[in-house]
């Protein structure tokens, strides 16, 4: 036995040194990476001062003042929660109307991805035109007089963050809608069939079968739409640019301002912690809760 | 339990069946209300890709005046203004991604799909401990790790270059993600097939590339499609890694070429991006089968 395992070992040394460059590849471009971040944190590392020297939590009490920081915290957590919402729900309802054999519908199926097959920079731009004053939005409400005068749905604030949502939500909605399609298709026919047959209407059918069968889909997408817009960047950067007045600056964009912008290298990576650590309280928790969701369904 | 639910719901009574030829029309018209409901949720889809691609062949004044329409008198100056522009950000942008992309993604599919392999036959104690470690790469915001990624970079003689960006593309998220899925796909594969090849000699790597790698075919081609449009679409990373003086990728050269118009000359802008979309939404409807089947499948699992 330990004849052949020893034999079965040398088998492998080929198989093992591919494994092992793999795991030094993932510990020197992930790993590593995010521990320098974190010694660089308590360090006031900066392109003036290349020779940082250690400032222990100073960095940290900055963030304790910064309001800028604040705005971006609180801009990212209230888009993560209306988008995840918003794209969730459309993406069940046009997967369970897009759940039909016939071509028509794979073709609208295979048409629904497209949002994430183009460039975050491409989807930023089109709608920062379609939203300008001149754009098709404004084109379509003054033509059909809901409006008189057109608005600039990217000049305001408030506006801005709107507009930011709805742009952010009709890209995850086409990601959320292939993932719900692919849970629709693993129910099993005979539980619709058995309940017709017991006599359920539509609307008992969705809340006993589909919306407890999608479960394990729902988990996956709600965490996938939280996590990628905690770290938005591309889209935000080509929509708005994280104005008007840095209404719509996500805290990735605020980590990029401040590292690269300002160079202030050692104060981007205490505000990267934050960002890590908020991401990973997020969806540790969201992940456990809609777990024991699934038993309790 | 779901039984038990269905059970309970009791049909209502005393609903009336109405004759049967009304029967018909009511489900004809259900039906073809129901495909012009998908196609307009279809529509606000794609409707973008429509206006990128219908304004493309506009000038700035047809823009304006009928922004939605298909092109009256459809002009190539907007692509022909794309592709001239100065230092030809297009072209070399499309050249320089096409590299990035077919590199980053020959070297992640070998590399993710050995790697899987090798630890789908370890303990599950260290699986398990491999596979948290691997699902914090999904996780962890790039934003976090560019900035010392640079420096790596720099100490290894590689910051602001092509053979740089690959591989600094080769660690974290887009593995973790081949991982995963790889990992999903091979627990389905019977030991004993593993075990019959290893009786006849053959070495690890043997069985990998000539039993698992046809085997999870599916598997390489979701990875192959979501990684090739993940890295192709990538601003942030070649924006930083390969900085504004070697030539960028399309995304980042479309990005420089728009912010730096200073009135905003949309036809231009239209013809660029339907140009920088063309080969990753070509790629997406080819391949489009087999990703399909590999998600469906990975997702059952």
Redesign the interface.
């Known amino acids: 036995m330990k004849l052949l395992r020893s034999r079965l070992a040398r088998l492998d040394t080929g198989l093992s040194a591919v494994a092992a460059l793999t795991l030094v590849l993932y510990l020197v471009f992930l790993i590593v990476p995010v521990l320098l971040s974190l010694k660089t944190s308590f360090t006031n590392q900066n392109i003036l001062f290349p020779n940082s020297s250690f400032v222990g939590l100073a960095n940290y009490r900055q963030l304790l003042h910064d309001t800028q920081l604040r705005a971006s915290i609180e801009f990212t957590l209230a888009l993560a929660i209306a988008v995840t919402i918003v794209a969730n729900a459309a993406g069940l309802g046009f997967a369970i109307l897009l759940n039909r054999t016939s071509l028509s519908y794979r073709v609208l199926r295979t048409l629904a991805f497209l949002p994430q097959v183009i460039s975050g920079i491409i989807v930023g731009f089109v709608w920062s035109w379609m939203l300008s004053p001149t754009g098709l939005v404004n084109h379509i409400l003054t033509g059909t007089g809901l409006i008189s005068q057109p608005v600039n749905w990217l000049g305001t604030p408030q506006l801005a963050q709107l507009s930011a949502a709805i742009v952010v939500s009709w890209v995850l909605s086409g990601f959320t809608t292939v993932v719900y399609l692919a849970a629709l298709q693993n129910i099993p026919r005979e539980l619709y069939d058995a309940s017709s047959i017991d006599g359920a209407n539509r609307r008992q059918q969705f809340r006993m079968i589909t919306f407890r069968m999608v479960a394990p889909a729902t988990t996956i997408s709600v965490v996938i739409c939280l996590i990628t817009v905690l770290k938005l960047y591309d889209i935000l950067t080509a929509l708005t640019g994280g104005g008007p007045a840095y209404a719509t600056r996500s805290i990735a964009m605020y980590i990029i301002n401040v590292g690269f912008s300002n160079d202030a290298y050692g104060y981007a990576s205490a505000i990267a912690m934050v960002l890590l650590a908020l991401t990973a309280i997020i969806a540790l928790s969201v992940t456990t809760v809609l777990r024991r969701r699934e038993v309790d369904l | 339990m779901?039984?038990q639910?269905?059970?309970a719901?009791?049909?209502?009574p005393g609903r009336t069946v109405p004759a049967r030829p009304a029967r018909q029309a009511t489900r004809t018209l259900r039906r073809s209300g129901?495909?012009a409901?998908?196609?307009l949720?279809?529509l606000?889809?794609?409707s973008?890709?429509y206006?990128?691609i219908v304004n493309a062949f506009k000038t700035n004044t047809a823009i304006?005046s009928s922004?939605?329409s298909l092109p009256v008198h459809p002009t190539l100056g907007n692509l022909s203004a794309a592709l001239n522009q100065p230092g030809q950000v297009l072209e070399l942008g499309l050249r320089n991604s096409l590299i990035v992309v077919v590199c980053s993604v020959a070297l992640l599919i070998?590399?993710?799909s050995?790697?899987s392999?090798?630890?789908s036959r370890k303990r599950t104690k260290t699986r398990a401990a491999i596979m948290v470690?691997?699902a914090?790469?999904?996780?962890?915001?790039?934003?976090?790790?560019?900035?010392?990624?640079i420096?790596?970079l720099t100490l290894m003689g590689l910051d602001h270059t092509y053979p740089g960006l690959i591989?600094?593309n080769?660690?974290?998220?887009y593995?973790?993600f081949a991982v995963f899925v790889y990992v999903g796909f091979m627990r389905s594969i019977p030991a004993e097939v593993i075990e019959a090849a290893?009786i006849d000699?053959?070495?690890?790597?043997r069985v990998?590339w000539t039993i698992i790698m046809p085997l999870v075919r599916p598997a390489t081609a979701t990875v192959g499609v979501f990684l090739s449009?993940w890295i192709?679409?990538d601003?942030?990373n070649p924006l930083?890694i390969i900085g504004p003086i070697t030539g960028q990728t399309v995304?980042v050269g479309?990005?420089d070429s728009?912010?730096n118009q200073v009135q905003?000359d949309?036809g231009l802008?239209f013809g660029f991006?339907l140009l920088?979309?063309l080969i990753?939404?070509a790629g997406?409807?080819l391949a489009?089968k087999q990703f399909r089947a590999g998600?469906?499948a990975g997702?059952?699992r």
Do not use: C, D, E
């Open positions: 779901i039984a639910h269905v059970a719901a009791r049909p209502a129901r495909l409901l998908a196609l949720v279809i606000a889809f794609v973008p890709i206006l990128t304006a922004p939605a070998p590399l993710g050995a790697f392999f090798w630890i470690a691997f914090a790469g999904l996780m962890i915001p790039p934003q976090i790790t560019v900035l010392p990624i420096k790596i591989l600094s080769l660690g974290g998220g593995l973790s290893r000699g053959a070495t690890g790597l990998w449009l192709w679409n601003f942030l930083l995304t479309l990005y728009v912010s905003p949309y802008q991006m920088a979309a990753p939404v997406y409807l489009q998600l469906t997702s059952a």
